[in-house]
């Protein structure tokens, strides 16, 4: 419900979607023993995911002559970790897939056991190459190349490995256990190729640095590109985003091959993300790159640090950008494993899914990224139900009449009436969102807030997700915005994972008062209530 000194207006757009057609935890008595069959109740409507099986990163994706690729890690013969090839889809709009055989799997002596993540570069001539970890006979992690083995099959159905790889192997500085996960490169004014490889030096995670004119022999460069405190950099992601004010609007890709261009190199920034392997969370800085020096330096305004930008505040992990050539964005795909028992898993066939592709930018201010569902997904879109101008006082709630969906679409608008009663912000809080949420949740009330949604919700309210708002007072002039995913009360269940979500929202709500809100809400083995509180 909303707080009472909070009084809300709400506007609202529901729409019904139709659908469309852990890490490295070893169990090697579970990985090879196939589903026989699949329970459908709650898969996925309009994420992506395989019939069956383990998913998890998703790795090189692209688009090649009119087709949009995915590759991901995949388990053909089982519902956990393990076997792991680069399954292989396509698609011409980022919403419907059509499978295809295998891209990548354990084939020669430098991956034989295993493929492992990597990415895709295109280079001049317009060919695309793979870089993908493979397991060697010495269970060490070494970098490989791949080609198509037909430029003119636009559907890439086989790749060639050269006898020549590895291209990379971890020389006496490098933890040849914790290597792994290649950038895409990109080309630099000096005529140089450079990747990024992620790693670890005991606690201290590494952006791994390589140069090559040929695309075949590397050398580590003589600095890492960065590193920070906080355990194993996992897939590492590095590429420019247009600032405000340039020639191009912000919210515009940009692709490397566009820098040798001085005017739109001086029209960027760089955007480091990393996976870490101990919090299991993405976080990324944005700041400055030196291609002549290879030094990346982040803004100083941003945390370096696990406390600092995360790209989600969800379940999300080892995700993976691409710059789309036909709409001109780059598009961010992300893995979330969810939270299910690995009996569970085994039960129903299958574990993980893709999140929903995004188009991700720099925003206006220059402080964060900003990411938004690919435009595509609104083809989906069937039913609607709008509610304009509800005002909400205190204590109160309602149901959207007309709304019973089993996955759906939904944007709110909350106008906050009132922020002279906002609670004082706690610095002490600053590093720890999900720690608040979880002390201040959906049920404590406080000056500005909670408000948002109930989700999920059964008819007597007793079974709901809630994703919402607090607003504190940060000084006399500023706010600070928590937003929450509470899910204690989405089940009856007693275990299952519930744990909150949170992170604090880069926005300026002094002048509009105003917030809004889009959640996607995905398949339900019930048709569900959407409540405003």
């Known amino acids: 419900m909303a707080s009472a000194a909070a009084p809300l207006i709400v506007s609202l757009l529901c729409c019904t979607a139709l659908a469309v057609h852990a890490s490295h935890v070893v169990y090697p008595e579970l990985q090879s023993l196939e589903a026989t069959e699949v329970d459908k109740e709650l898969r996925t409507g309009y994420h992506f995911q395989p019939p069956k099986h383990w ?159 040929d695309f075949r022999r590397w050398i580590k460069a003589h600095h890492s590109l960065h590193a920070g405190l906080t355990g194993m950099w996992e897939c590492p992601d590095f590429y420019p985003v247009a600032v405000a004010g340039g020639r191009r609007h912000h919210r515009s890709g940009v692709d490397t091959r566009e820098l040798h261009d001085s005017t739109v190199a001086a029209e960027v920034k760089y955007v480091l993300k990393v996976s870490l392997d101990v919090t299991r969370y993405e976080y990324y800085t944005i700041g400055w790159y030196d291609h002549a020096k290879d030094r990346y330096t982040p803004d100083l305004d941003f945390p370096d640090n696990d406390y600092g930008l995360r790209y989600d505040y969800g379940d999300f992990y080892a995700s993976k950008s691409f710059y789309d050539p036909v709409k001109k964005r780059r598009v961010l795909w992300g893995w979330a494993n969810e939270s299910d028992t690995v009996p569970d898993d085994r039960n129903k066939g299958w574990a993980g899914i893709q999140a929903i592709p995004r188009k991700i930018f720099l925003s206006r201010s220059g402080r964060q990224l900003i990411q938004w569902p690919v435009e595509e997904i609104k083809s989906l879109r069937a039913k609607h139900v709008n509610v304009s101008n509800k005002a909400v006082k205190g204590g109160e709630y309602f149901k959207i009449d007309g709304f019973k969906s089993v996955q759906s679409d939904v944007e709110a608008a909350f106008v906050i009436k009132n922020l002279e009663k906002a609670e004082k912000f706690d610095t002490a809080w600053q590093t720890d969102a999900q720690g608040l949420c979880k002390k201040l949740n959906s049920h404590v009330k406080g000056g500005v807030g909670p408000f948002g949604l109930w989700l999920l919700a059964s008819d007597d309210l007793k079974e709901r997700t809630a994703v919402f708002f607090r607003v504190f007072k940060n000084n006399d002039t500023s706010y600070v915005v928590l937003m929450c995913n509470d899910p204690t009360r989405s089940s009856y269940e007693s275990l299952i994972y519930r744990p909150t979500f949170a992170g604090f929202v880069n926005v300026d709500i002094t002048k509009t008062k105003k917030i809004a809100l889009r959640t996607l809400v995905r398949n339900h083995k019930n048709y569900i209530e959407l409540v405003i509180y």
């Open 55 to 213: 998913i998890n990163g998703s790795k090189w994706p692209m688009y090649y002559k009119g087709l949009y690729h995915l590759f991901y890690q995949y388990n053909p013969k089982g519902a956990v970790w393990g076997n792991i090839i680069w399954a292989h889809s396509v698609s011409t709009d980022l919403v419907d897939w059509v499978a295809l055989e295998p891209g990548i799997y354990p084939s020669k002596p430098f991956d034989i056991n295993g493929c492992w993540s990597g990415s895709a570069t295109i280079l001049p001539n317009g060919v695309p190459v793979i870089m993908y970890t493979g397991i060697d006979p010495k269970e060490r992690q070494v970098q490989n190349v791949a080609y198509p083995a037909n430029l003119s099959d636009p559907f890439l159905r086989k790749w060639v490995k050269p006898d020549y790889n590895p291209i990379i192997n971890p020389d006496h500085g490098i933890n040849a256990s914790a290597f792994r996960d290649p950038t895409t490169a990109w080309y630099g004014p000096d005529g140089h190729w450079r990747l990024v490889v992620g790693s670890k030096e005991n606690m201290r995670g590494i952006a791994v640095l390589y140069r090559s004119r």
